[in-house]
C-alpha cells in the first residue's frame, strides 16, 4: 500500500511527479493499493489518478481517523483480489484441460471423464441445461484415441422432427423435393470420430428406432438410398430430461436407452458445487475485461457472498452471461452484487427489519470470511474474531455449507 501526495517537488504545485510516482509504482507492482492525498485545489488530478488505477483519494487536512479507514478497505481490498489470484490458481490445477473446476463434486466428474475417455463406450452425460455437458463431451473425445478425428455435434432439439433423419442420416439426390444433390449425414461425417447427440430426449420414437439400428451395426443408409455406409463411430449422449420418466410413459425406448447408457455422468448442477461459482466467475471476469478491455479487475464482498448464495437456475451458461453483462456495463473496477443483477444475499426483495438485516450482514460476513480464508474454517474464525466451535454454530444456523 501507498499513500501519495500529488504535489511532489520539483512540482509541488502540480500532479507531473505525483502522477510519474503512481505509474512506476503500478509498473513495479500493480496490485498496490494507492491512495492520493490532495488539497481541494487539485481535485481534478486526483480524480486523473484515480483513472489511471489510483485506489482512492482523500482531501487535506488530514482526519487520521477516516485515513484509516480508508486504508482499512484498501487492505481489504488487496486481500479480496489476493483471492481472486488463488482461486484462478486453483482453477489451473483441473485435471482436463480447459475444464475450470474446484470443487470435489466436479472434480470427480472429471475423474471418471479421465476414465472413460480412452476407451470407445457409449456415454450418456446427465444433467440441467447450462451445466457444461457439450464442454465434457469434448474433452471425452480429446482424450480418446480418435481426438485428430472429427467430433460431430447435433442438437436434437433444435432441429424439426421432418429434417432430423436428413441431419443424422443424410439423403441422395432426388430422394424428396429440394434434395437437388446427395448431402453426406452427420453420423456418416463423424466416422472415426465422435459423434455428439445433445437432447438425446427430445428425439422423437420413430427416430429412435432407426438410431437403434444404427447403433447395432453402425450402418447407415441415407434417405433414397440402397446402398448401406458401414461407418465406426463413437457416441456420447446428453440430456437434461428424466429418461427413466419418460421410458415409463413409453416415450423413450428402454432397448435405446441401454445402448446409449454403457456409462452415465451425473453432471452436478452450479448450485451443488457452489465454490465453483467463485472460480468461474473469476476466469469469466478476466476473460470479457481483456475481450472488451474494460478496467473492471475483481469482486467486491457483495459481489462475492451473491456469487456463493444464488441457485443459478441458468447453471453455468446464467453465470457466464451475468459476469460479461457486468463487465460491460459496471463503472468501477469492482464488481458489487447490484452489477451482476443480484440482492446480496439472494433474496428479493429484502425485509428491511432489524432483526432481518443483521442476519444478512451476520450472513455476508461469514461468506466473505470463507471466501478469503478459502474454506479454511479456522482462518475464518480467525478474521471474524470469534471460536471455531462459534463458526461452526452461525454456519449451521445460517445454512452455510464447505464442499469438502
Given at each position: 500500500?501507498?499513500?501519495?501526495?500529488?504535489?511532489?517537488?520539483?512540482?509541488?504545485?502540480g500532479?507531473?511527479?505525483?502522477?510519474?510516482?503512481?505509474?512506476?509504482i503500478?509498473?513495479i507492482?500493480?496490485a498496490?493499493?494507492?491512495?492520493?492525498?490532495?488539497?481541494?485545489e487539485?481535485?481534478?488530478?486526483?480524480?486523473?489518478?484515480?483513472?489511471?488505477?489510483?485506489?482512492?483519494?482523500?482531501q487535506k487536512?488530514?482526519?487520521?481517523?477516516v485515513?484509516?479507514?480508508?486504508?482499512?478497505?484498501?487492505?481489504?481490498m488487496?486481500?479480496?483480489e489476493?483471492?481472486?489470484?488463488r482461486?484462478l490458481?486453483?482453477?489451473?490445477?483441473?485435471?482436463?484441460?480447459?475444464?475450470?473446476?474446484?470443487?470435489?463434486a466436479m472434480?470427480?466428474?472429471?475423474r471418471n471423464?479421465?476414465k472413460?475417455?480412452?476407451?470407445d463406450v457409449?456415454?450418456?452425460?446427465?444433467?440441467?441445461?447450462?451445466?457444461?455437458k457439450e464442454?465434457l463431451a469434448?474433452a471425452?473425445?480429446?482424450?480418446?484415441?480418435?481426438?485428430?478425428?472429427?467430433f460431430?455435434p447435433?442438437?436434437?432439439?433444435?432441429?424439426?422432427?421432418t429434417?432430423l433423419?436428413?441431419?443424422?442420416?443424410?439423403?441422395?439426390?432426388?430422394?424428396?423435393?429440394?434434395a437437388?444433390?446427395?448431402?453426406?449425414?452427420?453420423?456418416e461425417?463423424?466416422?472415426?470420430?465422435?459423434?455428439?447427440?445433445?437432447?438425446?430426449?427430445?428425439?422423437?420414437?420413430p427416430m429412435?428406432?432407426?438410431?437403434l439400428?444404427f447403433?447395432?451395426?453402425?450402418?447407415?443408409?441415407?434417405?433414397?438410398?440402397?446402398?448401406p455406409?458401414?461407418?465406426?463411430?463413437?457416441?456420447?449422449?446428453?440430456?437434461?430430461?428424466?429418461?427413466d420418466?419418460?421410458?415409463?410413459?413409453?416415450?423413450?425406448?428402454?432397448d435405446l436407452?441401454?445402448?446409449?447408457?454403457e456409462?452415465?455422468?451425473?453432471v452436478?448442477?452450479?448450485?451443488e458445487r457452489?465454490?465453483?461459482?467463485?472460480?468461474?466467475?473469476?476466469?469469466?471476469?478476466r476473460?470479457?475485461a481483456?475481450?472488451?478491455?474494460?478496467?473492471?479487475?475483481?469482486?467486491?464482498?457483495?459481489?462475492?457472498?451473491?456469487?456463493?448464495?444464488?441457485?443459478?437456475?441458468?447453471?453455468?451458461?446464467?453465470?457466464?452471461?451475468?459476469?460479461?453483462r457486468?463487465v460491460?456495463?459496471a463503472?468501477?473496477?469492482?464488481?458489487?452484487a447490484?452489477?451482476l443483477?443480484?440482492?446480496?444475499?439472494?433474496?428479493?426483495?429484502?425485509?428491511?427489519?432489524?432483526r432481518?438485516?443483521?442476519a444478512?450482514a451476520e450472513?455476508?460476513a461469514?461468506?466473505l470470511a470463507?471466501?478469503?480464508?478459502?474454506?479454511n474454517?479456522?482462518?475464518?474464525?480467525k478474521?471474524?474474531g470469534?471460536?471455531?466451535?462459534?463458526?461452526?454454530d452461525?454456519?449451521?444456523q445460517?445454512?452455510?455449507?464447505l464442499?469438502?
Amino acid at each position: 500500500m501507498a499513500i501519495v501526495d500529488l504535489g511532489l517537488p520539483p512540482d509541488p504545485d502540480g500532479a507531473s511527479e505525483g502522477l510519474a510516482i503512481l505509474a512506476e509504482i503500478l509498473a513495479i507492482a500493480p496490485a498496490t493499493k494507492i491512495i492520493i492525498a490532495t488539497g481541494n485545489e487539485t481535485r481534478e488530478h486526483a480524480l486523473r489518478a484515480i483513472a489511471l488505477g489510483a485506489y482512492d483519494f482523500y482531501q487535506k487536512p488530514i482526519d487520521i481517523d477516516v485515513l484509516q479507514l480508508i486504508v482499512a478497505r484498501a487492505e481489504q481490498m488487496f486481500d479480496l483480489e489476493a483471492e481472486n489470484r488463488r482461486l484462478l490458481e486453483a482453477a489451473a490445477a483441473s485435471p482436463i484441460d480447459g475444464i475450470i473446476a474446484n470443487s470435489s463434486a466436479m472434480q470427480r466428474v472429471l475423474r471418471n471423464i479421465e476414465k472413460i475417455a480412452p476407451t470407445d463406450v457409449a456415454v450418456l452425460l446427465r444433467g440441467e441445461s447450462g451445466t457444461g455437458k457439450e464442454l465434457l463431451a469434448q474433452a471425452i473425445h480429446k482424450l480418446s484415441a480418435r481426438a485428430r478425428e472429427p467430433f460431430i455435434p447435433i442438437n436434437c432439439a433444435a432441429i424439426p422432427e421432418t429434417l432430423l433423419e436428413s441431419e443424422l442420416f443424410g439423403h441422395e439426390k432426388g430422394a424428396f423435393t429440394g434434395a437437388l444433390k446427395q448431402t453426406i449425414g452427420r453420423i456418416e461425417g463423424a466416422d472415426r470420430g465422435t459423434l455428439f447427440l445433445d437432447e438425446i430426449g427430445d428425439v422423437p420414437l420413430p427416430m429412435q428406432v432407426k438410431l437403434l439400428r444404427f447403433l447395432q451395426d453402425q450402418v447407415v443408409e441415407r434417405i433414397g438410398g440402397r446402398k448401406p455406409v458401414q461407418v465406426d463411430v463413437r457416441i456420447v449422449c446428453a440430456t437434461n430430461q428424466d429418461l427413466d420418466l419418460m421410458m415409463a410413459e413409453g416415450r423413450f425406448r428402454e432397448d435405446l436407452y441401454y445402448r446409449l447408457n454403457e456409462v452415465t455422468v451425473r453432471v452436478p448442477a452450479l448450485r451443488e458445487r457452489s465454490s465453483d461459482a467463485v472460480v468461474l466467475a473469476n476466469f469469466f471476469l478476466r476473460r470479457f475485461a481483456t475481450e472488451y478491455g474494460r478496467l473492471v479487475r475483481a469482486f467486491g464482498p457483495t459481489a462475492l457472498a451473491a456469487l456463493s448464495n444464488h441457485p443459478w437456475p441458468g447453471n453455468v451458461r446464467e453465470l457466464e452471461n451475468r459476469v460479461k453483462r457486468a463487465v460491460v456495463m459496471a463503472d468501477g473496477q469492482l464488481l458489487s452484487a447490484a452489477d451482476l443483477g443480484l440482492s446480496a444475499l439472494g433474496e428479493d426483495p429484502q425485509s428491511l427489519t432489524i432483526r432481518d438485516a443483521r442476519a444478512r450482514a451476520e450472513r455476508e460476513a461469514l461468506q466473505l470470511a470463507l471466501a478469503q480464508a478459502g474454506s479454511n474454517l479456522s482462518k475464518a474464525a480467525k478474521l471474524l474474531g470469534i471460536s471455531r466451535p462459534t463458526l461452526y454454530d452461525l454456519m449451521q444456523q445460517h445454512q452455510i455449507g464447505l464442499d469438502l
